[in-house]
Every structure is written in C-alpha cells, then in structure tokens.
C-alpha cells in the first residue's frame, strides 16, 4: 500500500523523527510512505505530488491545517481523489476538541478557532484519531502515531558524561515545567556538574516569537538560566536528537500543561528512553504509570523532596538503568513502528 501523509514538516521540530521512521519501517514491510510536496534536492524525505499512485492519504495536523506550500487547489484534489472512507485524521496537539485553558497554555484562543479547525477536520475525515488513551469527543479513537525504534538504543551508563543534566526541546509553553525540574535542582546545583539546555526559545526569543501568540508560549526567564549555571544551545535536527539526549545523566521528559492535560503521547514519550540516559518524569504519576508500567514511577519526580530523586539518578545510575531496560523491552513489543503501519493499514481498509 501506498499512503500518502500531509504534514507541515520541520526538520528541527515536531514529528520528523518519526516520519522518517514511518517510511523506512513502510518499506521494510513492502509499503511505501510518501509526504505530500514538491520534491526537494537534499532531502531525507520522500515528497512528492503524484496522488494518483496512492492508496489512501493522511492527515497528520500538528500546529496547523495548512499545507506545506500549497494553496486551496491542493485540498480539491486531494478530495477529488480520495473518497472520505480513504482519508484519516491524527489530531497530534488535541486541537480537535472544544477551547481548553490549562495553567496559561490553551489549545485555540477562541471557540470561534475551536469550531473551524474541528469543522475542517469533519470535512476532511470520519476517520479521527489522537494520540491519547483518553480522547474527550465520542467520535476520536486512539492511535498513538508517534512510536519506538529498537535501532535507537544505547546502553543506559553515567561514565565520562560532562552533564549531570541534558535537556533537548522547544520552549513551546514548557517553561512553567522545566521551572518545577529547575527549582527541584537548586538546592543541590554544587552537587551536581554541567547543566545544558538544546532548542528554540530557552536563553534568546525563538523564531515564532510576535505579538500574535501569547507570551505564555515561549516566555522564559533567561537570568534565573544563567544564575543556575544552565547552558544553553541552539536546535538541531531530528537525525541528531538521541545523540544529544546522550550527553546528559538524566534528561527531564516535560510536557506543555495542555499536553498533560488531555494525557498525549509524543515522540519524546519515545525516544528519551532510547537514549543513553535516565527520564526524569515531570508529569502525573498516574499518566506516566498507564503508559510505560508500574516501575516507571520511580522515573516520576516526586513533589515532597524531589532534589533527592535527582541525586539518587546521579549517584545510582545502574538502578534506573535496569527500570529503563524493562520500559524498552515493552515498548519494543507493543509501540514499534511496523505495528503503527499495520494499525493504519488497518484503519485505512476499514
């Protein structure tokens, strides 16, 4: 089968990763994955235009329901050639419900921008999917899109490590998060080495920083960086993201509020495990235990003393190894990629 994804596609950002994992996992099983778009020289990516050699096609709509360098032809001729029954939906940010307020991260500004994205995701589908086990509109299924690649894994050691800490993201509503991680650092921050911080939006403004997006989204407090002794680093591409998780002792696995909120899975949910290094959860227990299993929550940064997690994961790094090793070995089994191709395949010949 040949599936055709529309995606607004950034190499620094969001779902790269696995798109490029999607299409090596497709061939593997005798399918291919092409992204909607005008082929591009130097490329990793498999884009193209020709619909008509497609089975079916996907929508995978994070931040916008644009497409990449197209214009309103593109959505005709992608009705035109695919019947409803063909197209699927995967809503990864949770737009796809009603206006949500969570702790000054939301979901659309307005009802108004609520009801025209699900409009348009109605038009488009009857097949709508996000990735959480918990979709709040009786018509949204679970399909977790995001998933595990075993190639990624790297024995779990602290040896030779020059951070005690390591963090790779965005700052895209994430400071209040990553605020709690550094709080629980301060009282130990002597004890521990270096401190580093890679992305978008952390010691300088971020790119999409303007007076249209609430200051809530990238707002981050740059001095309170630098008396914790906190590096910082500009972003870098899919390709190199484990790498960089690498380099820390641990890596904090934060989420936006909203993302908390609404329980969604992302592709840090998967590849901060693979990682040569301990998670150090910022979420809910609860929601950390449903997904990765009981043991997880000793991965979870407990709100009474948790400077002591954080020490414990510096000073026993073996112990939180072997919990990590467990996680890997169910994520293998039940998240893998291949699995994500044959759940759509599925979904598509419903």
Same mark, same amino acid.
């Given at each position: 089968?040949?599936?055709?994804?529309?995606?607004?596609?950034?190499?620094?950002?969001?779902?790269?990763?696995?798109?490029?994992?999607?299409?090596?996992?497709?061939?593997?099983?005798?399918?291919?994955?092409?992204?909607?778009?005008?082929?591009?020289?130097?490329?990793?990516?498999?884009?193209?235009?020709?619909?008509?050699?497609?089975?079916?096609?996907?929508?995978?709509?994070?931040?916008?329901?644009?497409?990449?360098?197209?214009?309103?032809?593109?959505?005709?001729?992608?009705?035109?050639?695919?019947?409803?029954?063909?197209?699927?939906?995967?809503?990864?940010?949770?737009?796809?419900?009603?206006?949500?307020?969570?702790?000054?991260?939301?979901?659309?500004?307005?009802?108004?921008?609520?009801?025209?994205?699900?409009?348009?995701?109605?038009?488009?589908?009857?097949?709508?999917?996000?990735?959480?086990?918990?979709?709040?509109?009786?018509?949204?299924?679970?399909?977790?899109?995001?998933?595990?690649?075993?190639?990624?894994?790297?024995?779990?050691?602290?040896?030779?490590?020059?951070?005690?800490?390591?963090?790779?993201?965005?700052?895209?509503?994430? &400071?209040?998060?990553?605020?709690? *991680?550094?709080? @629980?650092?301060?009282?130990?921050?002597?004890? /521990?080495? =270096? +401190?580093? #911080?890679?992305?978008?939006?952390?010691?300088?403004?971020?790119? &999409?920083?303007?007076?249209?997006? *609430?200051?809530? @989204?990238?707002?981050?407090?740059?001095?309170? /960086?630098? =008396? +914790?002794? #906190?590096?910082?680093?500009?972003?870098?591409?899919?390709?190199?993201?484990?790498?960089?998780?690498?380099?820390?002792?641990?890596?904090?696995?934060?989420?936006?509020? /909203?993302?908390?909120?609404?329980?969604?899975?992302?592709?840090?949910?998967?590849?901060?495990?693979?990682?040569?290094?301990?998670?150090?959860?910022?979420?809910?227990?609860?929601?950390?235990?449903?997904?990765?299993?009981?043991?997880?929550?000793?991965?979870?940064?407990?709100?009474?003393?948790?400077?002591?997690?954080?020490?414990?994961?510096?000073?026993?790094?073996?112990?939180?190894?072997?919990?990590?090793?467990?996680?890997?070995?169910?994520?293998?089994?039940?998240?893998?990629?291949?699995?994500?191709?044959?759940?759509?395949?599925?979904?598509?010949?419903?």
């Amino acid at each position: 089968m040949r599936l055709m994804f529309v995606h607004y596609l950034f190499e620094d950002r969001g779902s790269a990763q696995d798109i490029h994992n999607f299409a090596v996992a497709a061939r593997e099983l005798g399918h291919e994955i092409a992204i909607y778009g005008r082929p591009r020289e130097n490329s990793p990516f498999n884009y193209s235009m020709d619909l008509e050699s497609a089975d079916a096609i996907v929508f995978i709509l994070e931040w916008t329901t644009d497409v990449q360098d197209g214009d309103r032809l593109d959505w005709a001729r992608m009705a035109a050639r695919f019947p409803k029954r063909r197209r699927v939906v995967i809503d990864c940010d949770g737009k796809y419900n009603d206006a949500i307020s969570v702790t000054g991260d939301y979901n659309h500004a307005s009802s108004e921008e609520s009801g025209r994205w699900i409009g348009i995701c109605d038009a488009l589908s009857d097949k709508i999917f996000q990735p959480t086990y918990h979709p709040l509109r009786a018509n949204v299924r679970t399909h977790f899109f995001h998933a595990y690649n075993p190639h990624w894994e790297a024995p779990v050691t602290a040896n030779g490590k020059e951070y005690s800490m390591y963090y790779v993201g965005h700052n895209w509503f994430r &400071w209040r998060p990553m605020k709690m *991680i550094l709080q @629980a650092i301060e009282p130990v921050r002597d004890r /521990l080495g =270096r +401190l580093g #911080i890679v992305g978008h939006g952390w010691g300088t403004l971020p790119p &999409w920083a303007n007076s249209t997006i *609430i200051a809530d @989204a990238y707002y981050s407090d740059p001095e309170y /960086l630098r =008396r +914790l002794r #906190i590096e910082t680093f500009p972003p870098i591409l899919f390709g190199a993201v484990i790498e960089h998780m690498s380099k820390g002792v641990f890596m904090p696995v934060i989420y936006r509020p /909203l993302f908390n909120h609404l329980q969604l899975v992302t592709c840090r949910t998967f590849e901060t495990i693979a990682a040569n290094t301990i998670p150090l959860f910022g979420m809910d227990e609860s929601y950390v235990k449903e997904f990765y299993g009981e043991s997880a929550s000793e991965l979870v940064m407990p709100r009474k003393n948790p400077h002591e997690r954080i020490l414990d994961m510096v000073s026993r790094p073996e112990h939180y190894a072997g919990i990590v090793a467990g996680i890997r070995t169910m994520l293998a089994k039940r998240h893998s990629y291949q699995e994500r191709i044959r759940e759509l395949i599925r979904i598509v010949e419903e």
